[in-house]
Nanobody
C-alpha cells in the first residue's frame, strides 16, 4: 500500500521557520519525484517545490524560491521542505505527493502529474 505521511506543520510567527517531512512507503522511492503543494482556504492548490529522488535535482516555484528548501534522504524514503522567513500568506495546508514525472515538465510542478498524495499538514503563520 502506497503511503505518504506529511508532518511538521504548526503555528509560527512571521519570520519564523518550520521543517516539513514527507515519509514515503509502499513504492520504489528512487523511481519517483516527490513534490510539495499547498492549499489556502478559498484558493487553488499551488505547487511549491519538487525533488527528483533519482538524481537529487530540485525545482521551485517563484513564490518560494530563496525561502523554502527541499531535500531528500533516500535511505529514509523521506523528503523535507524547510520553510524560512515565513509570511502570513504562507498559511495553508501543505501536502506532499509522489509521481513518475516527465523530465520535460518536472519544473512546472503540476498536480495532475502526481499519483499519490499525503494527508496534509497545517501551517499557520501569525503576523
Amino acid at each position: 500500500e502506497v503511503q505518504l505521511q506529511a508532518s511538521g506543520g504548526g503555528l509560527v510567527q512571521a519570520g519564523g521557520s518550520l521543517r516539513l517531512s514527507c515519509a514515503a512507503s509502499g513504492f520504489i522511492f528512487d523511481d519517483y519525484v516527490i513534490a510539495w503543494f499547498r492549499q489556502a482556504p478559498g484558493k487553488e492548490r499551488e505547487g511549491l517545490s519538487c525533488f527528483s529522488t533519482s538524481d537529487g535535482s530540485t525545482y521551485y516555484t517563484d513564490s518560494v524560491k530563496g525561502r523554502f528548501t527541499i531535500s531528500g534522504d533516500n535511505a529514509r524514503n523521506t523528503v523535507y521542505l524547510q520553510l524560512n522567513s515565513l509570511k502570513p500568506e504562507d498559511t495553508a495546508v501543505y501536502y506532499c505527493a509522489a509521481g513518475t514525472v516527465s523530465l520535460l515538465t518536472i519544473g512546472t510542478i503540476d498536480e495532475y502529474e502526481y499519483d499519490y498524495w499525503g494527508q496534509g499538514t497545517q501551517v499557520t503563520v501569525s503576523s
